[in-house]
Nanobody, 123 residues
Framework: QVQLVESGGGSVQAGDSLTLSCEAS???????MAWFRQDPEKKREGVAAISTSGVATWYADSVKGRFTISRDNGKKTLYLQMDRLKPEDSAMYYC?????????????????WGQGTQVTVSS
């Protein structure tokens, strides 16, 4: 069982940057991981995903070129660097991990979830 704890959210202005972190309670070297976000009125959506080694990454079209996902397996931590933030990026951001790498954008792929960290971007 792996517990995930997100941090780094906050309230910022449009155009600002934030870095989210997700610290795991155990080893993550064999876990595929991802960041999801959810607005209260919308479904949870995938934002960025990363392979076990970190070599392969994938991004939602809405964040491509602005967000960067990375991981440090030695520190058991996943990161999301968010640049040029927009008001539409406002949401609760969740870290997710799975032993069974499959559809990176399906919430059903992931068996470990954090509690979320809020990001609010004002115009």
């Amino acid at each position: 069982q792996v517990q995930l704890v997100e941090s780094g959210g906050g309230s910022v202005q449009a155009g600002d940057s934030l870095t989210l972190s997700c610290e795991a309670s155990g080893y993550i070297f064999d876990l595929c991981m991802a960041w999801f976000r959810q607005d209260p009125e919308k479904k949870r959506e995938g934002v960025a995903a990363i392979s076990t080694s970190g070599v392969a990454t994938w991004y939602a079209d809405s964040v491509k070129g602005r967000f960067t996902i990375s991981r440090d397996n030695g520190k058991k931590t996943l990161y999301l660097q968010m640049d040029r933030l927009k008001p539409e990026d406002s949401a609760m951001y969740y870290c997710a991990a799975t032993n069974y790498c499959g559809d990176s954008w399906s919430t059903r792929t992931y068996n470990y979830w954090g509690q979320g960290t809020q990001v609010t971007v004002s115009s």
